[in-house]
């Protein structure tokens, strides 16, 4: 299934908030055209191809474990961070750096296009991201704020300084799915067991479709803001849609994160969809329309590619638990991915979620070099 084309049946192409008309696909000079990163490891997977080595990057590999992000990071609030282009440009560099991993993942946070539109959020330190006020009726949904354009330059010029000191090496754009997003509009705040979007689908679902297209669309312009700037790649996180059955994930989520994707799929870059806990999912959230699924730690990966029929590469799943294991331990793990993978049309490594923040940085160098050390097949 390629990002190229729409599924039938899925939303059209949502039209830019600002009138934009939609751009044919990428600029000449793009990383993906130009000759910089199209024949890299990461895009070679994600496009089925067979690399020259076993590709491999981190979510949450920019910050939280290095020594160096929490310098650069010391008195800087975490979104503050997200909307100063040279700061989120170094910290998307350094585990690159560190690390020799086969993609920079962009450093921003999923809510930054709501405060990019005017939503007055912020991440509370040890909470996570809270709202002033909770989006729960028809009004309130009228009353958001629409993101424009120009709102988004500070991250499309993190992009361009991040993507200029890459060089060969792929920068991945991301954000965040319209399910989550919107998860944390209704609630206010983290939630457990996400009770109130799941009521809104069905209490008022008319008022759960607006506030969902309203996300699809911030979610969208944030990530095709990132890969017009000049990211190879981009990622679709839907960090909660684990706590949704499939009847409603296919009713009243899937139809958001297709319109979300609408936003980039003319740019032709490699799409990826990742969430948690979905393992009886990954059907769905294929059909969306990606390029690739990523799969949690839960969910061997040789299962994975049996439910999707051998369809699309995969994209993970290293148990970020047993990161702190002993060695012998940890290795063996990681090449019973790589075999759990083989059967795949194309497999990039990663974790089965993000980097826990008591990581040792050595021993991600250390997994990355074994990842490297593995031939590829």
Not at 48 to 73: N, T
Not at 95 to 113: L, Q
Request: charged share 20%; net charge negative; proline share 8%.
């Amino acid at each position: 299934m390629t990002s190229s084309s729409a599924l039938p049946g899925s939303a059209q192409p949502a039209p830019s908030t600002t009138g934009d008309a939609v751009a044919p696909g990428l600029d000449a000079g793009h990383p993906l055209m130009d000759g910089r990163t199209a024949d890299s490891p990461l895009i070679q997977a994600y496009r089925g191809g067979k690399p020259s080595r076993r590709p491999v990057w981190f979510m949450r590999q920019a910050g939280r474990s290095l020594p160096e992000y929490l310098k650069v990071r010391q008195g800087v609030a975490m979104l503050d961070s997200c909307l100063r282009p040279e700061l989120a440009a170094e910290i998307t560099l350094q585990p690159v750096r560190r690390h020799d991993v086969d993609a920079g993942i962009f450093f921003s946070d999923i809510v930054i296009p709501l405060k990019l539109a005017g939503v007055g959020v912020d991440i509370v330190p040890g909470v996570g991201p809270v709202l002033d006020q909770p989006v729960r009726t028809a009004t309130d949904v009228a009353a958001l704020p629409q993101l424009s354009w120009e709102a988004l330059e500070p991250i499309r010029e993190a992009v361009r300084l991040t993507v200029a000191e890459l060089g060969s090496t792929p920068l991945i754009g991301f954000a965040g799915a319209p399910f989550t997003l919107a998860a944390y509009m209704v609630e206010g705040k983290p939630s457990r067991d996400h009770l109130g979007p799941r009521t809104m689908m069905h209490a008022d679902s008319e008022t759960w479709t607006a506030l969902a297209n309203w996300a699809a669309d911030a979610s969208g312009m944030f990530l095709r803001a990132q890969l017009e700037a000049g990211a190879s790649a981009g990622q679709l996180f839907d960090s909660w849609a684990g706590s949704l059955g499939l009847a409603d994930y296919s009713n009243y989520v899937a139809p958001a994160s297709a319109r979300a994707l609408d936003h980039v799929r003319h740019l032709g870059a490699p799409l990826v969809h990742f969430g948690t806990g979905t393992s009886e999912l990954l059907v769905a959230m294929r059909d969306v329309g990606v390029d690739v699924v990523g799969v949690d730690y839960r969910l061997p990966l040789d299962e994975a590619n049996r439910r999707l029929g051998c369809t699309v590469p995969l994209q993970g799943n290293i148990d970020p638990a047993l990161l702190s294991a002993p060695w012998d331990i940890l290795e063996a793990h990681v090449r019973s991915v790589i075999a759990a993978g083989a059967g795949a049309p194309g497999h990039v490594l990663n974790l089965g979620h993000g980097v826990p923040p008591e990581t040792d940085p050595t021993v991600l160098t250390r997994v990355v070099e074994l990842i490297h050390s593995i031939p590829a097949e």
